[in-house]
């Protein structure tokens, strides 16, 4: 094993075990540093011995490729956090991404459904196994906000049917309730007494969402789910996230306090949540124009 991938097997490791650092995140960190030692392995660049503009000329290597500025700000991010660890544990004397910036992310405003949309792939008929938990999905993921992450970790136990609470783990592992309502309530209730002990193949087995094996639900199943309820509603080019976009969204356009929101969301910080005013903002412009017989739009010919 060559002495770079020696400290990479350190570095995540110590990622894993000391940072506690989340599976997808350890995964991309491990994804961008395995770019970056195949650019010092291609160039015969020493790991401990970059140079600050050697860092550039990686960089402007990603821009190149067609890396957008949110990919490479996380590239940044993970090399970064590489050297600190270099330095810290005596591998270097300094970081040669000291003096480097990230680049600018473009914030691009979420695609959000609207309430009839949801409503529409949430009107399932189906009262089988299977239907039966297609539902809990989508009434999961709409009536709660979860990430996709979120609900296939979700066990038996996370719902708590007095409180009307689910426990579920977001980013870095750090646990948070959410509240439910009484039909998404009704909804899994129903999943758990018809629909899951047909699919259930072993009793240990704690997952709440369980695939027609008996097994925890896969990510990529959920999304399939979720495109197939969408296509049927007639909308295009939805994904799974689209429904909590929409969940917070739908939220703030009914009077939702913006912190209450980034509570249920899981939101670190309340900068990431605001952008989902901005889309109510937009859409009670269209409220208002579609609605109010006095309305008119800025630049309509006003009638004497």
Known sequence: MKPEMDFLAEFLNYLAVEKGLAKNSWLAYRRDMRKYLAYLDANNIDIKEVSGDQVTVFL???????????SIARVISAVRSFYKFMVLEGHCQTSALADTRSPKKIRRLP????????????????????????????????GAGIR????????????????GYLTCF??????????????????????????????????RERALIINNRGKRLSRQS??????????????????????????ATHLLLGGADLRAVQEMLGHAS???TQIYTA?????????????????????????S
């Open 270 to 272: 309340i900068s990431t």
């Open 222 to 247: 959920s999304w399939k789910i979720v495109k197939k309820y969408a296509g049927r509603a007639g909308i295009t080019a939805v994904y799974p996230h689209i429904l909590r976009h929409s969940f």
């Open 170 to 203: 977001g980013k870095g592992s750090k646990q948070r309730l959410v509240p439910l309502g009484q039909t998404a309530l009704k909804v899994v209730d129903e999943y758990l007494a018809n629909g899951r002990p047909r699919l259930a193949k072993d009793r």
């Open 279 to 303: 889309l109510s903002r937009e859409d009670l412009k269209e409220i208002y124009f579609a609605s109010h017989p006095r309305a008119g739009r800025a630049g309509d010919r006003i009638e």
């Open 111 to 142: 695609h959000i459904l609207s309430v009839a949309e949801v409503l529409k792939m949430l009107d399932i008929k189906d009262r089988t196994p299977l239907g039966l938990r297609d539902r809990s999905v989508l009434e999961l993921l709409y």
């Open 60 to 70: 402007n290597s990603l821009r190149q490729q067609g890396l957008k500025p949110a």
């Open 148 to 163: 996709v992450s979120e609900l296939t970790g979700l066990d038996i136990d996370d719902i708590d049917f007095e409180s």
